[in-house]
């Protein structure tokens, strides 16, 4: 590792969040598999259901949980930004968290939310959605948005605070709308990644209920194409913002 | 030196001030009468922001900041433990080196400091973002214009406009740090009018790293080298005839 | 900042016509002194240079303090070097003035001469010099100001005629050998304010034209 990109310090806290990580996931994983397997078949189960009703039960439990995820992470976001300092260990720890996981790749997301949603079906389970809530939306929400009050000129904090605002109200008036568009951005992106995997698992479970697996399901066409249009949208704020 | 009988509005007394382990401002002593223009003048990196930022306050933001040595506002400890930072932020208003307008409009911008202390009712809003675009001669060119973004306005009426935003929140002191530094030539000067013209309402603390400037606007100037106040006095008397060799020097031009 | 600067030497003008102002007086009293042998109104000429004394520090402080608080270029740095040159030779007027009354006082001892010359006429020219030197610069009038030199060499020429008349009178009369060389001096005198008047002529023409007409021969 180069000494300029990251000094010493750094790497600690880096290996730290890294190691943490790896083994929560690897816990959850552990305690998350072992039901299931104790409750017996799943795929019996799969052919009686219905596929879309299954979906849709996913989908209208995960829109909530979903909204409070993303102003979960503004908060969260916020947090950090205003009233942590930023060379406190706490603040670089959980930065460390939140950078790792959002750079993790969504298909690897997308293949947790497969086994847990297509195979582990029988049962509505809600712990499994708050972990793909928590590690798909949250990471990439808290990260641009972070980024966004970052974009956020000092100069302006400074001069409301020498005009005599508190903070709430200098965060009220002056970051939170010159931050917007990123924020709005950010969470965009978010949703677009999810309606990306919820694609997936439609599409794949469409190949294990049909007998014809080349056939995609138009819903999985909608929820792609409504990606496609939220990533483009999280793009053309991004831009407007940097221009 | 000659003052007008009057109390000082700040008095510093001994003030050392640390960022970190960088000893920034040394055992300065000066105090600021009211309704007058005092000037810091220096070579950039000499300490004479860091100097205006403890008045005010900002240095709080700073988490290394720590200093020793006193400074009274009309006679009021700044950093008593029971002084109301948004106060005194208020009483002592600041314009900074570029113009930072808010994502507001015109009117919004202004309006936004009266708001701060607390006046809601939109007569007397309409009166204070009038009284105080007038005071700084730029109601004549955006009256029209008021629920406008002030992206339209130049550079230099923009900062016009962020000095009656400072004015909405009726300061005692107003603290220009460097306010010309992105101003071009022909507005610089109007800048300069309108502090002559603020003198007789306000005590006005003037920052800049052109000594010519300094020497045009001000009737007190300081000169800080190296985070200490070389020479204290008359503006006149520090350009006509400085006591210390650093000053001269700087005032003619031979160093920084 | 144009307005500001533009303001303080108005200021300065009106504080150095005033001074004028005084000078011309005290060359008019000093004048009348000698015409009347007026020991009095001398004194009060000699008294009136203190005045005349302090505007010049005041003003010579005003020009520096200026100079080194704006660093004017072009016409204002014309405006204040060409002030601080002005009020020297007005001061110097002044100071001629108290010479002139100096002499009366001393005349006062001596019997009076007979009149040889026409002290009054040479007078009123000088004293139209030096008021058109001055309205010359209210008025930013180069011509104005450029004449003066040909009419400073009428004054001469009448000083060269009082030279001869006076040699030719104190020949016959060399009784009266203290009181003509009073007379010669207080000629003197009123000749290098009439000089004086076209320095000041001088700078204005600098001031309006930006040209050097010292030492040039007069067109």
């Known amino acids: 590792?180069?000494?300029?990109?990251?000094?010493?310090?750094?790497?600690?806290?880096?290996?730290?969040a890294i190691v943490t990580l790896a083994i929560i996931i690897f816990l959850f994983w552990n305690f998350s598999t072992d039901k299931p397997h104790v409750e017996g078949e799943i795929t019996s189960d799969l052919a009686v259901d219905d596929t879309s009703s299954l979906i849709d039960r996913y989908l209208y439990r995960m829109i909530p949980i979903l909204c409070g995820?993303?102003?979960?992470?503004?908060?969260?976001?916020?947090?950090?930004?205003?009233?942590?300092?930023?060379?406190?260990?706490?603040?670089?720890?959980?930065?460390?968290?939140?950078?790792?996981?959002?750079?993790?790749?969504?298909?690897?997301?997308?293949?947790?939310?497969?086994?847990?949603?297509?195979?582990?079906?029988?049962?509505?389970?809600?712990?499994?959605?708050?972990?793909?809530?928590?590690?798909?939306?949250?990471?990439?929400?808290?990260?641009?948005?972070?980024?966004?009050?970052?974009?956020?000129?000092?100069?302006?904090?400074?001069?409301?605070?020498?005009?005599?605002?508190?903070?709430?109200?200098?965060?009220?008036?002056?970051?939170?709308?010159?931050?917007?568009?990123?924020?709005?951005?950010?969470?965009?992106?978010?949703?677009?990644?999810?309606?990306?995997?919820?694609?997936?698992?439609?599409?794949?479970?469409?190949?294990?209920?049909?007998?014809?697996?080349?056939?995609?399901?138009?819903?999985?066409?909608?929820?792609?194409?409504?990606?496609?249009?939220?990533?483009?949208?999280?793009?053309?704020?991004?831009?407007?913002?940097?221009? | 030196m000659q003052h007008p009988i009057n109390a000082p509005i700040l008095y510093i007394d001994d003030l050392n001030v640390w960022y970190g382990k960088n000893h920034v401002l040394k055992n300065l002593t000066f105090d600021v009468f009211p309704r007058q223009v005092t000037s810091f003048i220096g070579p950039s990196k000499c300490g004479k922001t860091a100097l205006v930022r403890c008045f005010n306050r900002l240095n709080d933001l700073k988490s290394d900041f720590r200093y020793t040595g006193k400074i009274q506002f009309n006679g009021v400890d700044l950093y008593a433990s029971n002084v109301n930072v948004t106060e005194i932020a208020r009483k002592i208003g600041m314009v900074f080196h570029k113009p930072i307008p808010f994502r507001k409009s015109i009117y919004d911008n202004v309006?936004?400091?009266?708001?701060?202390?607390?006046?809601?009712?939109?007569?007397?809003?309409?009166?204070?973002?009038?009284?105080?675009?007038?005071?700084?001669?730029?109601?004549?060119?955006?009256?029209?214009?008021?629920?406008?973004?002030?992206?339209?306005?130049?550079?230099?009426?923009?900062?016009?406009?962020?000095?009656?935003?400072?004015?909405?929140?009726?300061?005692?002191?107003?603290?220009?740090?460097?306010?010309?530094?992105?101003?071009?030539a022909?507005?610089?000067?109007?800048?300069?009018?309108?502090?002559?013209?603020?003198?007789?309402?306000?005590?006005?603390?003037?920052?800049?790293?052109?000594?010519?400037?300094?020497?045009?606007?001000?009737?007190?100037?300081?000169?800080?080298?190296?985070?200490?106040?070389?020479?204290?006095?008359?503006?006149?008397?520090?350009?006509?005839?400085?006591k210390n060799k650093l000053t001269e020097d700087y005032v003619t031009g031979r160093l920084g | 900042m144009q307005h500001y600067l533009e303001s303080e030497l108005k200021a300065l003008q009106h504080q150095l016509l005033k001074m004028g102002g005084i000078a011309e007086n005290m060359l008019r009293d000093a004048v009348q002194s000698v015409l009347n042998r007026d020991g009095e109104l001398a004194q009060r000429v000699i008294v009136v240079d203190d005045t005349v004394d302090k505007l010049e520090n005041e003003i010579e402080a005003q020009c520096i303090q200026l100079i080194a608080r704006h660093q004017p270029v072009a016409f204002e740095l014309r405006y204040l070097t060409m002030t601080m040159k002005i009020n020297r030779n007005i001061e110097r007027m002044a100071d001629k003035c108290v010479s002139i009354a100096r002499r009366t006082i001393e005349l006062l001892e001596y019997p009076?001469?007979?009149?040889?010359?026409?002290?009054?006429?040479?007078?009123?020219?000088?004293?139209?010099?030096?008021?058109?030197?001055?309205?010359?610069?209210?008025?930013?009038?180069?011509?104005?100001?450029?004449?003066?030199?040909?009419?400073?060499?009428?004054?001469?020429?009448?000083?060269?005629?009082?030279?001869?008349?006076?040699?030719?009178?104190?020949?016959?009369?060399?009784?009266h050998i203290q009181s003509g060389l009073c007379h010669l001096l207080i000629f003197r005198h009123l000749e290098r304010v009439g000089d004086l008047a076209v320095n000041i002529g001088e700078e204005v023409y600098y001031l309006v034209e930006g040209e050097v007409i010292r030492h040039t021969e007069i067109a």
Request: net charge neutral.
């Open chain 1, 1 to 16: 590792m180069n000494a300029k990109i990251m000094n010493r310090s750094e790497l600690i806290y880096h290996i730290i």
């Open chain 1, 69 to 243: 995820a993303g102003l979960f992470s503004i908060v969260i976001a916020l947090y950090l930004e205003e009233w942590l300092t930023q060379t406190t260990w706490q603040y670089r720890i959980i930065e460390r968290y939140i950078v790792i996981l959002a750079k993790v790749p969504s298909l690897v997301y997308g293949i947790f939310a497969v086994y847990f949603i297509v195979f582990h079906s029988q049962k509505v389970l809600n712990y499994p959605l708050l972990l793909i809530a928590i590690l798909l939306v949250m990471p990439v929400t808290i990260r641009s948005t972070q980024k966004a009050i970052q974009s956020v000129d000092i100069s302006v904090r400074e001069a409301a605070y020498a005009l005599g605002a508190t903070k709430l109200r200098m965060i009220a008036d002056n970051v939170l709308p010159n931050a917007f568009p990123l924020i709005v951005a950010g969470i965009c992106t978010a949703i677009s990644r999810i309606l990306a995997i919820v694609a997936l698992i439609v599409i794949i479970s469409n190949w294990i209920n049909s007998s014809n697996i080349f056939t995609i399901p138009k819903s999985a066409v909608v929820l792609i194409s409504s990606a496609v249009i939220a990533s483009i949208f999280s793009s053309i704020l991004d831009y407007k913002q940097v221009t």
């Open chain 2, 111 to 184: 309006a936004y400091t009266a708001r701060l202390r607390g006046i809601k009712q939109s007569l007397q809003l309409d009166t204070i973002v009038e009284d105080c675009l007038r005071a700084v001669q730029l109601w004549d060119e955006v009256r029209n214009d008021l629920h406008a973004y002030p992206e339209i306005l130049t550079i230099g009426q923009q900062q016009q406009l962020c000095i009656a935003r400072a004015l909405a929140g009726n300061p005692e002191i107003l603290i220009f740090d460097e306010p010309c530094e992105q101003l071009d």
């Open chain 2, 186 to 242: 022909t507005e610089t000067p109007k800048l300069e009018a309108t502090v002559q013209r603020l003198k007789s309402q306000y005590s006005l603390i003037f920052v800049t790293n052109k000594r010519r400037q300094a020497a045009r606007v001000s009737d007190i100037a300081g000169f800080l080298y190296n985070g200490e106040l070389i020479e204290f006095g008359q503006t006149e008397h520090l350009f006509t005839n400085p």
């Open chain 3, 112 to 175: 009076p001469l007979q009149p040889f010359v026409d002290l009054q006429s040479v007078t009123r020219l000088i004293q139209g010099m030096v008021k058109d030197s001055l309205d010359a610069l209210v008025n930013r009038n180069a011509e104005l100001a450029r004449e003066l030199r040909a009419r400073d060499s009428k004054v001469n020429t009448f000083y060269e005629q009082m030279y001869r008349d006076l040699c030719s009178l104190l020949s016959d009369q060399p009784q």
